[in-house]
């Protein structure tokens, strides 16, 4: 996106719904295609592994790697407009005025102002299982790799996520930050072990060392909500045990008052007995 921003280029994504369909997905295309062709909008559209609804998806995205443009993408009445749109900035660059030319030319441009670009992770069967049946993902495309975060930039952005989390002191959020780094790189060590060990892979990415993060700040609110809780509770039992205590303590003066009282009583029945008993 920073990339984008910087060359002007409008990001372009699909937005997945629970009803979001391949004809959704073809509408959405053809939208970008009208945009960057012919209003001569450049483009990125940036596609993350997470919005593939389906893999028949992934055959345009392959189309539009290798040929420019999927063959059923538009149709004939749809190519005629662009067509037209394009006829003028096609002849001003020379291009002889044929349906043919003139839809090369349409798909060349495109080609020219649209940059795709793929965001997958590497994780378990399906990336390379893709890049199998759909080459032109690795064939057409120059790939990115992003490899591991050196510990001072893992403790810098922990730093950074921990800024607004409210702690006692600087250095305890120092800690906390350095930490996190430590246990993000002690977890790809243990994962280089196992793979040295039983042959399979355990993947940390920066990613991964994100969603600590946000799973640390969910879990410390989480229990410093709880502590609330038992603190109020706390401090409202206290509160009762004192009022039960001033109320014992305001019986026993009264019990005392009235055990006088008893005792007068009793004093007097005795003596009226005996004068009864005479």
């Known amino acids: 996106r920073l990339a984008a921003f910087i060359g002007s280029y409008e990001v372009f994504q699909i937005k997945l719904t629970s009803s979001y369909s391949m004809n959704d997905f073809k509408e959405d295309l053809r939208n970008m295609f009208i945009r960057v062709g012919a209003k001569s909008t450049?483009?990125?559209?940036?596609?993350?592994?997470?919005?593939i609804f389906q893999e028949r998806s992934l055959v345009y995205l392959n189309d539009i790697l290798a040929q420019g443009c999927?063959?059923?993408l538009f149709a004939d009445e749809d190519k005629d407009n662009m067509i037209n749109a394009v006829r003028s900035e096609a002849k001003s660059a020379?291009?002889?005025?044929?349906?043919?030319?003139?839809w090369q030319f349409f798909v060349d441009k495109v080609r020219s102002d649209l940059?795709?670009?793929c965001c997958m992770s590497p994780v378990g069967d399906k990336f390379r299982n893709r890049c199998r049946k759909f080459p032109a993902l690795t064939n057409c495309s120059q790939i990115n790799w992003f490899f591991?975060?050196?510990?001072?930039?893992l403790v810098s952005v922990a730093a950074r996520f921990l800024a607004d989390v409210e702690m006692e002191s600087p250095e305890l959020r120092a800690a906390c930050a350095a930490h996190m780094a430590f246990v993000h790189e002690s977890v790809g060590a243990a994962g280089l072990r196992y793979l040295t060990q039983e042959r399979r892979n355990v993947y940390t990415t920066p990613k991964s060392f994100l969603e600590l993060i946000a799973l640390y700040k969910l879990q410390l609110g989480k229990e410093r909500s709880n502590i609330d809780l038992l603190r109020v509770r706390l401090s409202d039992g206290l509160v009762k045990l004192r009022d039960a205590q001033s109320q014992v303590a305001d019986m026993q003066v009264q019990l005392k008052e009235e055990s006088v009282v008893v005792e007068a009583k009793k004093k007097e029945t005795d003596e009226l007995l005996e004068q009864v008993g005479k």
Request: glycine share 4%; net charge negative.
């Open 94 to 102: 020379g291009v002889f005025d044929s349906r043919e030319n003139l």
């Open 42 to 51: 450049p483009m990125v559209f940036l596609f993350t592994d997470q919005q």
């Open 148 to 153: 591991a975060w050196p510990e001072q930039a």
């Open 70 to 72: 999927p063959p059923d």
């Open 115 to 117: 940059h795709v670009v």
